[in-house]
């Protein structure tokens, strides 16, 4: 028994407590899509799943689930030993189809998805740049691959570009110091310069601050200077654009220009708007083929269940069938909310998508609003250090299409009152 480790991990847990930065797990069931109960019985209204389209609690996904448990509660195996079930084949083509992609690839969540893709494809002499914003997921992809990592200023593409020079000039001295030293061995020179490969990779919908990454931009960035773009939708597939496509129709919408053809990857998640779980990643087939061959997280971990992967699969029909329904729903109660709030005060961060930050400032007070919501029935996260800077807590909002505008309305409300209440006791 290691005592010295039991201290250590003890004096970190305390430090974190006098923090006020203790995490917990509440346990809570969903009755609906926006209402959860916890143990106690006491009902909530919810303001921080990525449940963006209600679909968890919509009959048909339910039933799907049911129906697929007869084949099975487990997928029993990898995809490559045991084989792959019809569900996982049928989903992939009906994500492809969507996207407009050649390819899919389903991994089990969206956060192996970013580590499977990332390092498998980035190697040792690869240079990755990186929005300083992006998810957990990507960074800690980039951290397990080889490959050397440039942090560019969040959505700052003239940073971006710097940087991207900056590696070129490196480059460049590195291969002539090679060459003077294996003295005009040509081989070696072309090889050097062929084998390094330049990857962006972003969000698309960031997650803490529900932004939208300068996607047009990149793309330019990433012709220009031959890198290979990957974005992270997954806060954005089912939520932005007007079919809910994503980040590249949102642009599309925008500015008539299709950007698909100009990213090479899109990557995203199974559990936000398609309400199950697992992760994807989409684009040209060669790519997949190389990922089946060689991504660890694919290769060694057992499959989604036939029920997660149907009820995925409908979600996203559903989607296809009704967009125009849920999404005019989803936008109504985003700008409602939204309008609501900065009226009544609140310093709340412009933008389109239902995630609503609410900046506060010292992390106490954003917990102690919190925690005056939750007894006002109300769910909300605080977000504070270390997932944003010292100083800068937050509440952190996400509105739904199922949530009624009666439910936003009250809601504001009651988030005003305790602003206010909390205001006058500084
Ligand atoms: C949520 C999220 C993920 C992780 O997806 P999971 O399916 O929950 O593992 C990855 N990337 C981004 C940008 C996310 O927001």
Same mark, same amino acid.
């Given at each position: %028994?290691?005592?010295?480790?039991?201290?250590?991990?003890?004096?970190?847990?305390?430090?974190?407590?006098? !923090?006020?930065?203790?995490?917990?797990?509440?346990?809570?069931?969903?009755?609906?899509?926006?209402?959860?109960?916890?143990?106690?019985?006491?009902?909530?209204?919810?303001?921080?799943? &990525?449940?963006?389209?209600?679909?968890?609690?919509?009959? @048909?996904? #339910?039933?799907?689930?049911?129906?697929?448990?007869?084949?099975?509660?487990?997928?029993?195996? *990898?995809?490559?030993?045991?084989?792959?079930?019809?569900? +996982?084949?049928?989903?992939?083509? &009906?994500?492809?189809?969507?996207?407009?992609?050649?390819?899919?690839?389903?991994?089990?969540?969206?956060? %192996?998805?970013?580590?499977?893709?990332?390092?498998?494809?980035? /190697?040792?002499?690869?240079?990755?740049?990186? @929005?300083?914003?992006?998810?957990?997921?990507?960074?800690?992809?980039? /951290?397990?691959?080889?490959?050397?990592?440039?942090?560019?200023?969040? =959505?700052?593409?003239?940073?971006?570009?710097?940087?991207?020079?900056? +590696?070129?000039?490196? &480059?460049?001295?590195? &291969?002539?110091?090679?060459?003077?030293?294996?003295?005009?061995?040509?081989?070696?020179?072309?090889?050097?310069?062929?084998?390094?490969?330049?990857?962006?990779?972003?969000?698309?919908?960031?997650? %803490?601050?529900?932004?939208?990454?300068?996607?047009?931009?990149?793309?330019?960035?990433?012709? =220009?200077?031959?890198?290979?773009? #990957?974005?992270?939708?997954?806060?954005?597939?089912?939520?932005?654009? !007007?079919?809910?496509?994503?980040?590249?129709?949102?642009?599309?919408?925008?500015?008539?220009?299709?950007?698909?053809?100009?990213?090479?990857?899109?990557?995203?998640?199974?559990?936000?708007?398609?309400?199950?779980?697992?992760?994807?990643?989409?684009?040209? =087939?060669?790519?997949?083929?190389?990922?089946?061959? !060689?991504?660890?997280?694919? #290769?060694? *971990?057992?499959?989604?269940?036939?029920?997660?992967?149907?009820?995925?699969?409908?979600?996203?029909?559903?989607?296809?069938?009704?967009?125009?329904?849920?999404?005019?729903?989803?936008?109504?109660?985003?700008?409602? %909310?939204?309008?609501?709030?900065?009226?009544?005060?609140?310093?709340?961060?412009?933008?389109?998508?239902?995630?609503?930050?609410?900046?506060?400032?010292?992390?106490?007070?954003?917990?102690?609003?919190?925690?005056?919501?939750?007894?006002?029935?109300?769910?909300?996260?605080?977000?504070?250090?270390?997932?944003?800077?010292?100083?800068?807590?937050?509440?952190?909002?996400?509105?739904?299409?199922?949530?009624?505008?009666?439910?936003?309305?009250?809601?504001?409300?009651?988030?005003?009152?305790?602003?206010?209440?909390? !205001?006058?006791?500084?």
């Amino acid at each position: %028994m290691n005592k010295n480790l039991e201290n250590q991990i003890k004096e970190e847990l305390e430090e974190i407590n006098q !923090k006020n930065l203790t995490r917990k797990i509440d346990n809570l069931r969903f009755v609906t899509s926006t209402r959860a109960i916890d143990e106690n019985g006491k009902e909530y209204l919810v303001y921080g799943t &990525n449940n963006y389209l209600g679909l968890t609690h919509h009959p @048909d996904v #339910i039933k799907s689930a049911q129906t697929a448990s007869v084949n099975g509660t487990g997928s029993t195996g *990898s995809r490559l030993t045991t084989g792959g079930t019809f569900e +996982a084949h049928e989903l992939e083509k &009906n994500i492809s189809s969507f996207k407009a992609t050649e390819s899919t690839l389903l991994f089990n969540t969206g956060y %192996m998805t970013n580590l499977g893709v990332i390092y498998t494809l980035c /190697k040792k002499g690869d240079v990755i740049f990186s @929005d300083r914003l992006n998810h957990a997921s990507i960074i800690d992809g980039i /951290k397990i691959s080889k490959a050397d990592v440039k942090i560019y200023k969040h =959505k700052d593409t003239d940073d971006l570009e710097r940087l991207i020079q900056e +590696a070129v000039e490196e &480059n460049k001295t590195k &291969n002539l110091t090679n060459n003077t030293q294996n003295n005009t061995n040509e081989e070696n020179k072309t090889e050097n310069e062929n084998s390094q490969n330049f990857f962006i990779i972003t969000d698309g919908v960031f997650s %803490m601050d529900g932004d939208i990454a300068p996607l047009p931009e990149l793309t330019e960035i990433a012709e =220009k200077y031959n890198c290979c773009l #990957i974005i992270d939708d997954a806060h954005a597939t089912g939520v932005i654009g !007007k079919t809910g496509k994503g980040t590249v129709e949102y642009y599309k919408d925008k500015t008539g220009t299709d950007l698909t053809p100009y990213v090479d990857l899109q990557i995203g998640t199974l559990s936000k708007a398609l309400a199950s779980e697992g992760g994807y990643v989409t684009g040209k =087939k060669i790519y997949m083929d190389y990922l089946i061959n !060689k991504s660890r997280p694919f #290769i060694f *971990s057992t499959a989604l269940s036939p029920a997660t992967l149907a009820s995925a699969n409908t979600a996203l029909n559903l989607l296809r069938e009704n967009h125009e329904e849920y999404l005019s729903a989803l936008r109504r109660n985003t700008r409602r %909310m939204r309008e609501l709030l900065s009226a009544g005060g609140l310093n709340v961060v412009e933008g389109e998508t239902p995630i609503i930050p609410i900046i506060i400032g010292p992390a106490k007070l954003a917990g102690e609003f919190a925690q005056k919501l939750e007894e006002e029935g109300i769910l909300v996260s605080a977000i504070r250090p270390p997932s944003v800077p010292d100083g800068e807590s937050r509440l952190r909002l996400t509105i739904i299409a199922t949530h009624t505008i009666e439910e936003i309305e009250y809601t504001a409300d009651i988030v005003i009152r305790i602003w206010n209440e909390l !205001k006058t006791e500084k």
